[in-house]
């Protein structure tokens, strides 16, 4: 990875994270209103794990090491008698999932983007710049 | 009156010695490091693998096999990176390579 551009790929690690952060942010807020039967498990929010690439040393990037569900399987019973999902009792399954929390979530993935971003572009301009030195 | 003869030079002045290690100081800058055309050819395989990392990856996003977007902007900027690189230093020995030659003028 580290090469003779190195901060280049290293940023470029950054922006595949918050890639993927903000792809499991927007399939939490997607599936945010899927009811179920009481008789399935609800959908479960999904997060992603990141972890530097030389795990322990913290060095040459980041990476995804895996993704976790949270929030419980039963999820939220609501009682919804005229839904024709609805169990005897009248209730449905919705996800555990808070959409201000997702939202939370999606901005901080997108500023961490835009970060890695800015990273790529300065890392640009100074090796532009030591590769122009000393020109007249 | 007499003139006295000039005498023999005494030995109060010793013989010129004759620097000593300038051969093996010779040697050394002769061949010390790699030569610059290997230098050169080496930058020029590097760039070529970044820029064919670079075509696969415009074909990818082309055909909409590309996930990320900022692999293919990153490869692009980095083969082109090593193009300016690779220039820079070929300008800059073809400079010096002048400058010698204007010295006889």
Redesign the interface.
Known sequence: MSG??GA??I??TG??VY?KWLDAASDNIANINNLTSTSKDAFQARYIIAQAVDYGRGTEGVQVGGAVFSGKAQGKLVYEPDNPLADEDGNVRYPDINLGDQMGNLIMAQRGYQSN?AV?DRA?DA??SA??LG?A | MSIEPIGAIGSGFAPVAPISGLETAGAASGTGGPDFGALISGGLEHVQALQTRSDNLAVEAATGRLQDVHDYMIAANEAGLAVQLTVALRNRAVEAFNEIMRLQA
Do not use: E
């Open positions: 003779i551009f280049l790929g940023a470029g922006l595949t890639r971003l790529v640009r090796y532009q590769i122009q020109r």
